[in-house]
C-alpha cells in the first residue's frame, strides 16, 4: 500500500460511471416510497417516510420550529421548555420550508437524495485518497457504499424456529455503519457518515503534507457535522487521538504536528458539543428528555455479535491487519486506517447512552481495508489455486463475489419494506395494537380523517396548546400542527412511561370524569382528538363530556376543545 498513498488519479469515465452508480443507487432506495404513495391512494395519506416514523417526526417538529426560530424548543412533551435545541441540518430545512412551502415530506425525499449523492462523493474521494490503482478503489467504494451485516442469518434463524421475530434485531436494522440504509431511510445518518469520512481525510492530508491548512479544512467540515450531530465529535477525536499514539509509537517521539492538528479541530468544532452538554443541565425538561434514551434499549450489539452485524468485509479488514509487520514499516496512511478502524471497537462500546451512533462512518474504513484484504490476502491464495487463470480476472472475479456476499442483507431490507408498507397500509384505518407503544412504529399510513383533523388543528393552535391523542397519532401533532403534543416520542416525552400509561387510563370508560379533567387541568390540554386508535382503548364518549367541545367531525375522527370551565374546574 506504501506504494499507493501519494496521489490520487480519477479519469471522466470514473465520474461518468459514479455518477451513474449516485442515479441507481437513488433510484432502488426510492422505490420503496413510490410503492407506498401507490398504495395510499384516495382513502390514505402516506406520511412520507418508510422506516422509524417516531424519530423522523421529532426532526420534522424541529424543522417546522426552526421555520422562525433560531433555538427550538422541545414540543413532544406538555411540559414548557426553554427554547435550546439547534441543529443545522433541520435549521436550514426548516428555512427552506419557510420560503419554499415543500412540506416535509418533499423536503425530505430532495434532503435523502442529495445526502446519498453527497456520501457518494465523499467516499470516492477518500478511496482516492488510499489507492491509485482504479480496480482497488472502485472495490473500496463499493464495498463502504453497498456493504451489509450477516443479519440475514437472523432472518433464517427465525424461519427454522418458527419464532414470531428474529433474534437480536439490532444486528440486522442499525442503520449507521450500513451506507445502503440509511441511504434509504436515514438522510442525517448518510450525511453524517459523509462529513466524518471529509474530516479524516483532511486529517490524513494535512499529516502527509505537513500543512495545516488541511486541518483548517478539516476543523471547518468538522463543525458542520458538530452542528447537526454532535456526538460524532467523540469519533473524531477518539481516531485522531489514537492516530497519534500510533504515531508516537512508531517514530519513538511525541506527536507534536497530529496534535496541532487535533488542537485546530477540536477549538473549532467542540462548541456545539459543548451546547448539547448546555441544555441537559439549563433545562429540566431537557434534562429529563435526554435522560430516556435508556428507553429505546439501542445498544451496541454485544462484542460477539459484530461479526454477524458489520459482516465479511469487517471480517475480511480484520483479516488485512498485520499483526507482524514492524512499526517502523507502518507509513502514515497505513497508520490512519488502522487507527481508524480500531479505535471504534472502543467507542461503541463507551458508557453512553448514544453508543450505537458512534458506529458512523466505520463502513468506510472497513470497505478500504477490506479492499487490502482482498488483494494481500485472498488473491494470493487464489492465484495458487487457479494457477492458469490471470492476476486480472481473478481480482474481478474475487471482487464480484465479495461484493454478492455482502448485499443479501440489505436486499432483505428493502424487500421487508415493501411487506411492511402493505401491512401498515392496511392498518391505516384501524391501527394495530395502539396499547403497545411500540405500534407507532407503524404508522406509515393515516386515514385521511386523520389526517384532516391534524390540519385542521394547525389551523387553531399556538405553539403553547397542547394535544392529548395516543402515541400514534400524538407523534404526529408538533411537526403537522405546531402545538405540543401530550405524548409523542419515547425519549422527547418526559416521563414518557407515565404519560403513556394516562392516556391509556383517560380513554378508558372505568375512568371517573374527575380523573380525567384534573389532568387536563394539570397539563393544560386545550385539544382532544379522538380517532379509531383512540376508540380501541376503552369507551369512553367524549360527546358525552361536559368539559369537551366537538370542533371537527370527519368520517371516524373528532376534535374536541377542552372547554375553560373544564380547564379552570
Known sequence: MANEVTRSTTSRRDWLYLSIFIVVLLAITAIPYFYAQRLAGADKHFMGIVFNIPDHFQYFSWMRESQTKFLVPNQLTPEYSTPLLFNLLWWVLGRIDSVTHL???????????????????????????????????????????????????????????????????????????NSFFTVMSFPHFTIATALITLVFGMVLLAQRTQKLRYAWYGAIICLILTLQHSYDFFTICGVIAMYGLFLWIRDRKFPLYILKVGIIIVIVAVWPALQAFYITTADAVWKGVLSQFDNAGAWTPAPYLLPILMGIAWLLAIWSIKIRMPWKD???TH???????????????????????????????????ATIGLYTRVLPLLQRMFKNTSPARLALIATVILLVLVVPTNLYLVGQRFLDIKRASEQAEIPD??????????????????????????????SDDVVLANLGMGQFVP???????????????????????????????????????????????????????????????????????????????????????????
Open 103 to 177: 412540506g416535509y415530506a418533499n423536503l425530505y425525499q430532495i434532503t435523502r437524495l442529495v445526502a446519498g449523492a453527497f456520501a457518494a462523493f465523499s467516499v470516492f474521494w477518500f478511496c482516492g485518497l488510499i489507492f491509485t490503482n482504479r480496480a482497488k478503489r472502485w472495490t473500496a467504494f463499493l464495498i463502504a457504499m453497498l456493504a451489509s451485516g450477516l443479519g440475514w442469518v437472523m432472518i433464517v434463524v427465525k424461519f427454522l424456529t418458527k419464532a414470531d421475530n428474529a433474534p437480536f434485531p439490532f444486528t440486522i436494522y442499525t442503520s449507521e455503519p
Open 330 to 332: 507502518r507509513d502514515d
Open 335 to 369: 497508520l490512519f486506517l488502522l487507527a481508524w478502524f480500531l479505535s471504534h471497537f472502543i467507542l461503541i462500546y463507551l458508557p453512553l447512552n448514544f453508543q450505537i451512533h458512534l458506529l458512523s462512518g466505520w463502513q468506510v474504513v472497513i470497505g478500504v481495508l
Open 433 to 462: 395494537d395502539p396499547t403497545s407503544p411500540s405500534a407507532s412504529d407503524n404508522r406509515l399510513f393515516i386515514s385521511n380523517g386523520e389526517y384532516s383533523a391534524l390540519k385542521y388543528l394547525e389551523t387553531q393552535v399556538k
Open 479 to 569: 411537526a403537522i400542527t405546531g402545538a405540543r403534543t401530550f405524548i409523542g416520542h419515547w425519549a422527547q416525552t418526559l416521563k414518557f412511561k407515565d404519560k403513556f400509561a394516562m392516556v391509556q387510563t383517560f380513554y378508558n370508560e372505568a375512568t371517573p370524569d374527575a380523573d380525567r379533567q384534573a389532568l387536563l387541568n394539570t397539563y393544560k390540554v386545550t385539544y382532544l382528538i379522538y380517532s379509531p386508535e383512540e376508540a380501541q382503548l376503552g369507551k369512553f364518549d367524549p360527546s358525552k363530556a361536559s368539559y369537551l367541545q366537538q370542533v371537527f367531525d370527519e368520517g371516524n375522527v373528532k376534535v374536541y376543545k377542552v372547554t375553560t370551565q373544564a380547564a379552570s374546574s
